[in-house]
């Protein structure tokens, strides 16, 4: 009797049975598959989201920089707008032609005729230097005082010292004649020390 060839184990099954293995073969195959695909999909959302929050962190920090230079740059615009304020006040030099550019423009509008001026030494104090300025002047006393009232009201102070007023008319010397005012005074303007100035004491 001759041996018997072993044959394919699945022809042995019957067609139901094929039909099940087949369904469970197809089962495994879509498991593997969805493992696979799976992992490298949820691997790839990891990487993104990561990927995600380390950007929304950048812009973050480039917010936070950018608010920081804003406000760099409005506190550094308001320091160099106050300083430029305190400089008309207290300027770093005497400006001797604006100071007197200053008063003689006071002058015209005030009607008064400014009739000399001259410049005195600076004088020192603690916390600045005194910029004083000998005054003559002649006007009716309505013009003194507005004179007076505007040199007060210029962004650089300026202090009026000294003032000495002498009554005059005009040439005739008739009744009813206005009165003129003869004015001599001390004009003293401030500007800001340098460090290490020594000049004239206070007087």
């Known amino acids: 009797m001759a041996p018997r060839t072993p044959g394919n184990p699945l022809g042995r099954l019957s067609l139901p049975a094929k039909m099940v293995f087949g369904l469970i073969l197809a089962s495994v195959v879509a498991a593997l598959y969805f493992v696979v695909f799976f992992t490298d999909i949820d691997g ?3 990487a993104a989201e990561g990927a995600e929050n380390s950007l929304k962190a950048e812009l973050q920090s480039a917010e936070d920089a950018k608010a920081a230079f804003q406000k760099d740059v409005e506190d550094k615009t308001r320091r160099q707008q106050i300083e430029r ?3 008309k006040i207290l300027p770093d030099e005497a400006e001797t032609p604006s100071f ?3 008063v ?3 002058a015209t509008i005030s009607g008064v005729s400014l009739t000399s001026y001259k410049p005195e030494d600076e004088l020192n104090d603690e916390y600045y230097v005194r910029v004083p300025m000998s005054l003559s002047m ?4 309505h013009q003194i005082a507005r004179f007076f009232y505007g040199v007060g009201q210029l962004e650089r102070v300026i202090n009026i010292e000294d003032i000495q007023m002498t009554v005059v008319t005009r040439p005739g010397g008739e ?4 009165v003129i005012l003869e004015v001599k005074c001390m004009a003293t303007a401030f500007r800001a020390k340098r460090a290490g100035e020594t000049l004239k004491g206070k007087q």
Do not use: P, V
Request: charged letters at 25%; hydrophobic letters at 35%; glycine letters at 16%.
């Open 85 to 87: 304020e305190q400089k």
């Open 44 to 46: 790839q959302i990891s």
């Open 100 to 102: 007197l550019a200053a």
């Open 138 to 141: 002649t006007g009716r006393f």
């Open 104 to 106: 003689q423009g006071i």
């Open 175 to 178: 009744a009813g004649e206005e």
